[in-house]
């Protein structure tokens, strides 16, 4: 695969804290990346260092060949950004067409490729020419954060770089914004890096996730990869209240049940992992039967954030 950005044990200090503790990453065209972790995880600094907008302390960051600090120029010519704060990622008392063009002089470009620009996107993203011409701050959210990213799309980027491209919308919105971002990289062969609080949304769009977590990158993989090291790919669920202890042994006796978890929401659930979804369901279900358990039954796929929750459970293990 072609590689087209590496970024290698980046250290980021702010005052005496690192933010980034020698977290690494790689980016293969045409590919959509998920960068995934929690709240201060380093997400938001480790795109901003390779965006140019923050120094880093050490490491090396490399992007279509170019070294970060070396060609900072030519990164910011190959690279489209969108930062966290919506808001302040355009003016508000300018228009949305007002903005873009704005923008795109800044990037150098003229007025007819600007228009053509906006024309593509806006059939795109399905705006309407009123839309254009309100200003920024009467927009929704949603077109709020649609002009943002056409912003950074403007100069034809091979690489975009999206911090919670979809953070406050409805899921109409965030839909429309991830069927763009999706014919974007599948149509035009562009890589994208994005972070995500919402993980089905990074299960559906992303091709491979890195895992950060205070500020160190330890696993990468398709979401399918993260996703088998939760152990079983289905899961019967079965509330407490139904359930003695002298059951639940029984239950791990069955051949295809393969782990036994408890969770609550409000109500204590049993979580039993299978390796088979039709012979270990009929199983379980078949034991209920002849001990007459009742109710509180239910089947879980295994999830991303199954999958994130298992490593970040695994991360705190090992400090
Ligand atoms: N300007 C700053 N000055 C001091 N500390 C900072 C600064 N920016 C970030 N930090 C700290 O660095 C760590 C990483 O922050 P960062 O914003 O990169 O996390 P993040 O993964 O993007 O989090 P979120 O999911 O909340 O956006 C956090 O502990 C944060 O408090
Ligand atoms: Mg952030």
Excluded at 23 to 49: D, F, R, V, W
Excluded at 168 to 194: H, T
Excluded at 230 to 235: D, Q, R, S, T
Aim: aromatic share 8%; glycine share 8%; hydrophobic share 35%.
């Amino acid at each position: 695969m072609n590689t087209i950005l590496e970024a290698t044990k980046i250290w980021k200090y702010y005052k005496k804290k690192p933010a980034l503790q020698g977290a690494s990453l790689k980016m293969y065209k045409g590919e959509i990346l998920g960068l995934l972790g929690p709240n201060g995880a380093g997400k938001t600094t480790l795109i901003k260092i390779m965006a140019t907008l923050l120094t880093k302390d050490s490491g090396r960051v490399e992007i279509l060949g170019y070294d970060l600090d070396k060609n900072p120029e030519e990164i910011r010519h190959i690279l489209g950004y969108v930062g966290q704060d919506t808001e302040r990622s355009a003016y508000a008392r300018l228009t949305s067409k007002e903005n873009l063009h704005f923008f795109g002089s800044l990037r150098g470009l003229d007025k007819e490729t600007i228009d053509n620009k906006i024309g593509e996107f806006t059939e795109k993203f399905q705006f309407s020419e009123d839309i254009l011409d309100k200003q920024f701050m009467h927009l929704s959210g949603g077109q709020k954060q649609a002009v943002v990213i056409m912003r950074a799309m403007l100069h034809d980027p091979p690489v975009l770089f999206l911090d919670e491209p979809t953070k406050g919308l409805d899921p109409i919105a965030a839909s429309s914004i991830r069927r763009f971002l999706r014919d974007y990289v599948n149509k035009e062969g562009k890589s994208l890096l994005l972070t995500s609080h919402i993980l089905h949304e990074v299960d559906e769009l992303a091709d491979r996730c890195t895992l950060i977590n205070k500020g160190k990158t330890p696993v990468t993989g398709t979401p399918d990869e993260l996703k088998s090291a939760v152990g079983a790919a289905n899961f019967i669920d079965i509330s407490d209240k139904n359930l003695s202890p002298s059951q639940i042994d029984e239950i791990l006796q069955i051949p295809y049940v393969v782990s036994h978890t408890t969770f609550s929401n409000g109500v204590l659930w049993h979580r039993f992992g299978i390796s088979d979804l039709f012979n270990g369901t009929k199983a379980i279900l078949d034991f209920m039967e002849r001990e007459a358990i009742e109710g509180g039954f239910k089947h879980h796929e295994v999830s991303l954030e199954d999958a994130f929750m298992h490593y970040i459970g695994e991360f705190k293990d090992e400090e």
